[in-house]
Each structure stands twice: as structure tokens, then as C-alpha cells.
């Protein structure tokens, strides 16, 4: 029995499990939408709030450029990139339409961009979207992303809707 277990296992050991979300959290953070099985969305939002949740808790200090800050601030945030350096992989490629790559510092996305866009909300920064079934092994997928992106599918929904109306 597995009483007072929390977490799926998704048929892996601790370490291969840790690394998919790894993966996976370093994409959300890089692409602000990923699609996926729905019980690793599931738990992929527990990964990814905490991380989000220690951005906003470290606030201004995130958005303060390092030369300004005094020794305990700087102590604050070297602090926090670590436990979310623990993670959260620091660098990663993003690949744009055209074919050009760019690297980006995921640590900073997350503490500086994604810090700053959720400091006034308490919570819930990610959001699952059923998409239904694969057509390979009938899974069922999901869309996880995050709240308030400017790749939002839902906004962009309800955006088209307030345009058809108006």
C-alpha cells in the first residue's frame, strides 16, 4: 500500500523521474506552454509553482541589477538562484520560426521576467488545458501553461471573442 506517498512514480526510479521534470520545467520556463501527458502536467504544475513561488518571494531584489544591491541582498538572491539552480537547468536553446537559435539563461527568466509578471498575484501560475486524446497510445494530453503569457491560448480565445462581438 502506499499511504501517505504523495507524487506519481510514472514507472521510473527517483532519479530518471527527477530529470524528466527537470526537462520538462526547463521547457515551460523557456517556451511558456508545453503539451503533455496529462498526469505529468499534473504534476509538473506542483514543480513549476514552487519555482514561480520562490521568484515572487525573493520580489524586488530579483529586478535590481547585482551592482546596486547591498551584502544582504545579494546574499538573498545568490541564496534563491541556488535552490532554484537545484531544478532548474541554467542555460537552454530556444529555436525561433526562421531556424536562428538563441541561448537563454532560464535562472534569470525565471527570477527577473517571470518573478516580476506574477508579484502581485498569490498563486496559481500555471494552467491545463485538455486536448484529448494521442492518436498513438490513446493517452490522454494536455497543454500545460503559464497564466498571463503573451502565447496564451485561452486569452487569445477569449481576445478573438471580444473582437467578434464588438
Do not use: C, W
Not at 496529462?38 to 520580489?59: F, H, P, Y
Not at 541554467?90 to 532560464?106: N, P, Q
Amino acid at each position: 500500500m502506499r499511504h501517505k506517498k504523495q507524487g506519481r512514480q510514472f514507472g521510473r526510479d527517483t532519479s530518471h523521474r527527477r530529470a524528466m521534470f527537470r526537462a520538462l520545467a526547463a521547457n515551460l520556463v523557456l517556451h511558456e506552454r508545453i503539451e503533455t501527458t496529462d498526469a505529468k502536467a499534473k504534476e509538473l504544475r506542483r514543480v513549476a509553482e514552487r519555482l514561480i513561488t520562490r521568484a515572487v518571494r525573493l520580489g524586488s531584489v530579483g529586478q535590481t541589477p547585482s551592482d546596486k544591491l547591498s551584502a544582504a541582498d545579494k546574499a538573498k538572491r545568490v541564496s534563491t538562484k541556488r535552490q532554484v539552480g537545484r531544478f532548474l537547468q541554467r542555460f537552454a536553446t530556444k529555436t525561433s520560426a526562421s531556424g536562428e537559435s538563441t541561448r537563454v539563461d532560464l535562472q534569470e527568466k525565471l527570477l527577473v521576467e517571470l518573478g516580476a509578471r506574477y508579484k502581485d498575484r498569490p498563486g496559481g501560475y500555471t494552467r491545463i488545458i485538455k486536448l484529448g486524446r494521442r492518436r498513438g497510445d490513446n493517452a490522454p494530453m494536455s497543454l500545460i501553461e503559464l497564466v498571463d503569457s503573451a502565447a496564451s491560448v485561452v486569452d487569445g480565445a477569449k481576445k478573438a471573442d471580444k473582437q467578434e462581438a464588438a
